[in-house]
C-alpha cells in the first residue's frame, strides 16, 4: 500500500525508491569469509540505514566502520538492558575496551537482533582483531571513553542542558570523533581529522539529539522503566512531569517544550556543515552528509508537531531515497539544509 501510495501522491520519488531497493539488496550480499559476513549480515540487521550508508565509503573503511559500529551497538545494547542490574552493568561498560580484545567474551543480553550479536560476540572480536592495529587502536580508545561515560549517566540524570549535551557526546560525539580518526588513519582525509574532535562532536550531538526528540514517546513507555533524556532545564519550563506531555490537555506545552528542543538540537547544524565542507573524498563526503540531511529533515517534521507525543514521526522513505541520490556536494547539503530550515521559518 505503501508504494501504490508513493506513485499516486508522489510519483516523482518512486524511481529514487526502486533504486534505493536495490542499494538496499546489494548491502545484503555477504562477503565470502564467515565471520566478517557474520558481521555484515548482522550490520543489516540492528541497522538496515547504516547499511546503506556505509557501502559509500572507499573499500579501506568499510570494514573497520562496519566494526566500529558493531562494537558500539554491543557496548550501547549492554547500557540500554534493563535486566542488567547496576553493580554488574558498570563494570562491564567500564571494562568493555578490554572485552573486545577476549576472543572468550560473549554476554546474555539486548533483545531482538542484539541477542544474536552478543551471543556470537566473538565472531565480531575475531574480525576486529584482524584489522590494522591503527584502526584497532581508535575503535578501543572510543570504546573505553563511551564505556565511562555510560556508566555515568547509568548513576545519574539528565537534569541541565550541560548534562544533555555531555551525554550525547558519551554516546554519539565521540562516533564523529572516532570516525574522524579513522578517516585521518585511512589516509584518505588530511590528518588534521584526528584533532578535529569539537567539530566531530557537534555531528554526533545534532544526530544524537535529533533521535532523543523523534523517539519520545517510544522512550517513555519503554518497559520496565523508561530512560529518558529530556533535560529537566529545558522541559521544566513547560510543564511538572515530562509524562504529562503525552495528555492532550497538555498540548500546548508540550510543543512549545518541543520547539526549544529542536532549536536546542538547530544550534550544532553550523558546526555540522564547517566539518562536511572540509571532507574531500566524495565517498566519504556522502557517508556524512546522508544522515545528516536525515536528521535536519527529520527536525523540520517535528517542529511544531503535537504528533511526536501521539505517535512515530518520520521522513517518507521517498524523500529519504531522493536524497540518497541527489547528495553529491556541499552545494547540494546547503540546498536541503536551507529547504529544511525554510520550513521550521514557516511553521
Known amino acids: 500500500m505503501g508504494i501504490v501510495r508513493t506513485i499516486i501522491e508522489q510519483p516523482e520519488e518512486f524511481p529514487p525508491l526502486v533504486q534505493m531497493a ?5 548491502a545484503k550480499r555477504l562477503p565470502k569469509e564467515p565471520n566478517l559476513a557474520f558481521c555484515y549480515d548482522m550490520l543489516n540487521r540492528v541497522s538496515r540505514s547504516f547499511a546503506i550508508v556505509i557501502q559509500q565509503l572507499p573499500i579501506e573503511l568499510r570494514d573497520p566502520v562496519c566494526i566500529f559500529y558493531l562494537v558500539l551497538r554491543a557496548l550501547d545494547t549492554v547500557e540500554d538492558d534493563m535486566a542488567i542490574p547496576a553493580p554488574e552493568k558498570l563494570p562491564t561498560l567500564i571494562s568493555f575496551h578490554e572485552k573486545i580484545y577476549d576472543r572468550q567474551f560473549k554476554s546474555q543480553c539486548g533483545y531482538g537482533a542484539y541477542v544474536r550479536l552478543m551471543n556470537q560476540y566473538p565472531r ?21 571513553r563511551m564505556g565511562a561515560g555510560m556508566a555515568k549517566y547509568i548513576q545519574q540524570d539528565v537534569e541541565t542542558i ?50 532523543i526528540i523523534r523517539d ?99 521522513m517518507r522513505r521517498g524523500q529519504v531515497a531522493s536524497f540518497l541520490l541527489q547528495v553529491q556536494t556541499m552545494k547540494d547539503v546547503y540546498l536541503i539544509f536551507h529547504q529544511f530550515a525554510t520550513t521550521i521559518a514557516t511553521k
Open 22 to 26: 536495490w542499494a538496499a539488496h546489494k
Open 124 to 144: 565480531v572480536t575475531d574480525v576486529y582483531l584482524r584489522l590494522d592495529p591503527k584502526y584497532q587502536k581508535v575503535i578501543a580508545d572510543i570504546t573505553r
Open 162 to 211: 550541560a548534562d544533555y549535551d555531555e551525554y550525547c557526546h558519551f554516546v554519539a560525539g565521540l562516533v564523529g570523533v572516532g570516525l574522524s580518526q579513522l578517516f585521518a588513519q585511512s589516509g584518505l582525509e588530511k590528518a588534521a581529522f584526528a584533532d578535529m574532535e569539537t567539530l566531530s562532536n557537534h555531528m554526533g550531538l545534532f544526530l544524537q539529539k535529533t533521535n
Open 216 to 314: 519520545f514517546l517510544e522512550d517513555i513507555e519503554e518497559e520496565p522503566a523508561p530512560r529518558m533524556f529530556w533535560p529537566k532545564e529545558i522541559w521544566g519550563l513547560y510543564g511538572e512531569a515530562l509524562a504529562d506531555f503525552k495528555d492532550p490537555s497538555n498540548a500546548s506545552q508540550a510543543v512549545q517544550c518541543l520547539n526549544h528542543m529542536v532549536t536546542d538540537a538547530l544550534r550544532h547544524a553550523p558546526e555540522c556543515l564547517r566539518y562536511m565542507g572540509q571532507v574531500r573524498d566524495p565517498q566519504n563526503f556522502r557517508f556524512c552528509a546522508i544522515p545528516q540531511i536525515m536528521a535536519v529533515g527529520t527536525l523540520a517534521l517535528c517542529y511544531n508537531n503535537p504528533k511526536v507525543f501521539t505517535g512515530v514521526v518520520k
